[in-house]
Every structure is written in C-alpha cells, then in structure tokens.
T-cell receptor, first 112, second 112 residues
Framework: RKEVEQDPGPFNVPEGATVAFNCTYSNSASQSFFWYRQDCRKEPKLLMSVYSSGNEDGRFTAQLNRASQYISLLIRDSKLSDSATYLCVVNPPSGSARQLTFGSGTQLTVLP | DAGITQSPRYKITETGRQVTLMCHQTWSHSYMFWYRQDLGHGLRLIYYSAAADITDKGEVPDGYVVSRSKTENFPLTLESATRSQTSVYFC???????????FGPGTRLTVT
C-alpha cells in the first residue's frame, strides 16, 4: 500500500463549481499534513497546511480525519486559474522528522 | 529576495558524463532536499541534509552524490549519468520551526 494515495483524476469542472479531493495516508502516527499545488512543468508550491480542527483560506478548505486517515481539500467557486495538480503531502514519523511523503497528485481542469 | 534557485534550468548530457546540479537558498534554512519527479512516480526523495556537513540518503540515492559545505548550497552530482536519470530535479528547503518545504524552479535533465 502506498504511504499517500490520491485519486489521480482528471477532474474536469466548470467555472464556479465546487470540487473536493480526498487523500488517504497509511501511517496513523503521521504528524503534519499539507496540500501543495503544482502547475504544469513548474515547482510544487505550498497551498495550505492541514490542521486537526480543519482550516480555511478563502475559497479553500482543508479537513483532516485522523480516525479514518484521510485528508480532504474543498475548492469553492472554482476559477480557471485553479487548474493544476494538487498534491497531498504527509510528514511520516519514521526516518527523519523533516521528510515529507508526496502523493502522486490529483489533476484539476476548470473549464470556461 | 531570491529564495531558492537552481542551475542550470535545462541540461542535456551524454551517458557516462558527470553532471552537477546546483541549488542555492537565501533563507538560511537548515534543511535542504533533492527530489526527482517522473511520470507515474511523483516526487521521490534522493538525498537530504539537516545542516552543513550533514547529509543522508532518501528513497532513491543510487547514482547520486551530494555535499553541503555551506548552509546555503546543496549541489547534487550524477557521477556517471544514465538514461534512467532523465528527469526533472527539484531542490527544496525547510526551516527549523516548521515542516513546510519550499521548492526551487527545477532542473530538466536529459541524458542521451
């Protein structure tokens, strides 16, 4: 089983739609969770950290469910500029505390 | 504020040649990382460093060498390039107080 699993998509949604991505992780002792965004042929960029209580940043909401070991990202009122690959990222407790494990990404295309 | 830079941005080399990819960060981050990204594999950690003169292997270290004599620089050397090392290479850094990593723009390496 992969440490971090995501639905690769692609998700094709119209502008203004709400879209949700889920991600599961295998190590129940994982400590830190993030969503990164990666545009085509560019570097990954931190979108938001994911906190146990859930957190929101504008149109983006991240949730963590430790009992079920999944993380979600909700994007409301999708914009064309949201088109990208979204990477679920987990800090596993094994090995160096600084290592991150990246999911393979979920591709989102927002259509006009 | 330059942040984190990589050079060269594009490189074509021949099988068997030695290649060094450079990474430089201006944040004085303690931690630095090298990843490769290939279709179907996502981001995979090659090597990381917790501080100057401290380095350790990641998931896919074979064929690569790193050094870190200064906090701001973390070069990655392919001692004898192979076609399987054709990839996009990303350098990242992280501060002491958080696990978030910040990525450079990447180097696209083609080994012919």
């Amino acid at each position: 089983r992969k440490e971090v699993e995501q639905d690769p998509g692609p998700f094709n949604v119209p502008e203004g739609a709400t879209v949700a991505f889920n991600c599961t992780y295998s190590n129940s002792a994982s400590q830190s969770f993030f969503w990164y965004r990666q545009d085509c042929r560019k570097e990954p960029k931190l979108l938001m950290s994911v906190y146990s209580s859930g957190n929101e940043d504008g149109r983006f909401t991240a949730q963590l469910n430790r009992a079920s070991q999944y993380i979600s990202l909700l994007i409301r009122d999708s914009k064309l500029s949201d088109s990208a690959t979204y990477l679920c990222v987990v800090n596993p407790p094994s090995g160096s505390a600084r290592q991150l494990t990246f999911g393979s990404g979920t591709q989102l295309t927002v259509l006009p | 504020d330059a942040g984190i830079t990589q050079s060269p941005r594009y490189k074509i080399t021949e099988t068997g040649r030695q290649v060094t990819l450079m990474c430089h960060q201006t944040w004085s981050h303690s931690y630095m990382f090298w990843y490769r990204q290939d279709l179907g594999h996502g981001l995979r950690l090659i090597y990381y460093s917790a501080a100057a003169d401290i380095t350790d292997k990641g998931e896919v270290p074979d064929g690569y060498v790193v050094s870190r004599s200064k906090t701001e620089n973390f070069p990655l050397t392919l001692e004898s390039a192979t076609r399987s090392q054709t990839s996009v290479y990303f350098c990242a850094s992280s501060g002491v107080h958080s696990y978030e990593q910040y990525f450079g723009p990447g180097t696209r390496l083609t080994v012919t």
